[in-house]
């Protein structure tokens, strides 16, 4: 979550942003591009559609600054922009075509994500392993617990943060991280040895 | 049976383990949880896997926008918004999986208002057939019925009316 420096040059960007500054709009969005697509992608697990959703959440962002009122961070009230966004193309993607899966958590792309790169062939085969059936277990979470689970295990958010950014009581909150885990248990079962 | 294992049975399917798990009880819950699963082999293991799970997502990678991706971010979405794209896409509604898995009340009503519908629907059938007689859910009365050997011959006749229906069935064989 950003410190109380970053969220007071956030809210004087906003401040120039909402009187047409676009650059300061644009510093914005320098600011939380990188984070705004991280939850995207984590939520539709699908790149281009992830690249989509930011942009788009950005594009609102723009057009309903004068109704950020500063009660949460920026970044919190951003997070809600790409959370529904993202929620509404994975179901719209469920009804159209339910084939888009896309493994690349698994193996993130060249020049594109990754941190704590595996050191040893074996490592790096056991990470990836891990990695996918996770991104498999989360696939099969129904997107609006999926978009807490991201916010909660992902992106570190607070229950109370996650409850502003999904727009949902504290209660919806807890009760929908629990039926995330407890369906990822079941979804990777007997394959939980091996997330060690 | 000992506490710790009612606190499996109902805990396991609950959220104080999972919760547990991910370390977000508050201290003095997590400490009594804690005590509890100790003496618990089954809840020990619950909470392990849950604790496999967390851990996991907790060390997922970030992903982050490749070099060409951040050179166009930024013009795409000026792009859009200079193209007036701010208030498009229309929202999809959620599923009736999604509505009734995200309210679990929804489903208990759901099942509520089925068996009051079944229970209607048999009632007023009971209620149909003891009320009029020979009658049946048409409201047709069977007048007579004649059985001959190579012929049978039924007669039904609605209420309040003289128009008479009459069945013949032949047995071709003869």
């Known amino acids: 979550m950003p410190g109380s420096e970053e969220r007071a040059d956030d809210r004087h960007l906003v401040e120039q942003a909402t009187r047409g500054d676009r650059e300061a709009f644009g510093s914005l969005v320098r600011r939380h591009q990188d984070r705004s697509f991280n939850v995207a992608y984590q939520v539709v697990r699908n790149r281009d559609d992830a690249l989509d959703v930011a942009q788009d959440a950005f594009v609102k962002a723009f057009a309903s600054l004068s109704s950020f009122k500063g009660e949460a961070s920026f970044s919190t009230w951003l997070h809600r922009i790409v959370v529904n966004l993202a929620i509404d193309c994975l179901r719209r993607r469920r009804r159209g075509d339910p084939t888009t899966y896309d493994d690349r958590l698994a193996v993130p792309e060249e020049g594109g994500a990754s941190q704590a790169a595996p050191d040893t062939p074996e490592t790096a085969l056991e990470s990836r392993q891990v990695r996918s059936l996770l991104a498999r277990g989360i696939q099969a979470l129904p997107p609006a617990h999926r978009a807490v689970l991201v916010l909660r295990e992902i992106e570190g958010l607070s229950y109370e943060e996650i409850s502003r950014a999904v727009g949902c009581s504290l209660g919806t909150v807890m009760s929908r991280l629990f039926y995330a885990r407890r369906k990822l248990q079941k979804v990777l079962g007997p394959n939980l040895e091996d997330l060690r | ?38 003496d618990c082999p089954a809840c020990r293991r619950e909470v392990e896997s849950y604790q496999r799970v967390t851990a996991a997502l907790r060390a997922t990678p970030r992903v982050s926008l490749t070099t060409g991706e951040a050179a166009t971010f930024l013009p795409e979405i000026n792009r859009r918004i200079d193209r007036g794209q701010g208030a498009r896409a229309p929202q999809a509604r959620p599923g009736l999986r999604e509505v009734v898995w995200d309210h679990p009340r929804v489903s208990l009503a759901s099942a509520f208002t089925a068996a009051l519908f079944i229970i209607g629907v048999t009632v007023s059938q009971w209620q149909m057939w003891g009320l009029s007689g020979t009658a049946g859910t048409n409201g047709v009365e069977v007048v ?30 003869t």
């Not at chain 2, 001959?148 to 047995?171: H, N, R, T, Y």
């Open chain 2, 1 to 38: 049976m000992k506490r710790a294992h009612w606190l499996h049975i109902i805990g396991g399917r609950g959220r104080p383990l999972a919760a547990y798990a991910a370390g977000e009880l508050p201290p003095a819950e997590q400490a009594h949880v804690a005590a509890l699963v100790a």
């Open chain 2, 144 to 173: 007579s019925v004649e059985v001959a050997e190579d012929a049978s011959v039924m007669v039904f006749q609605a209420p309040g009316s003289s128009l008479k229906i009459i069945w013949v069935f032949e047995d071709n064989a």
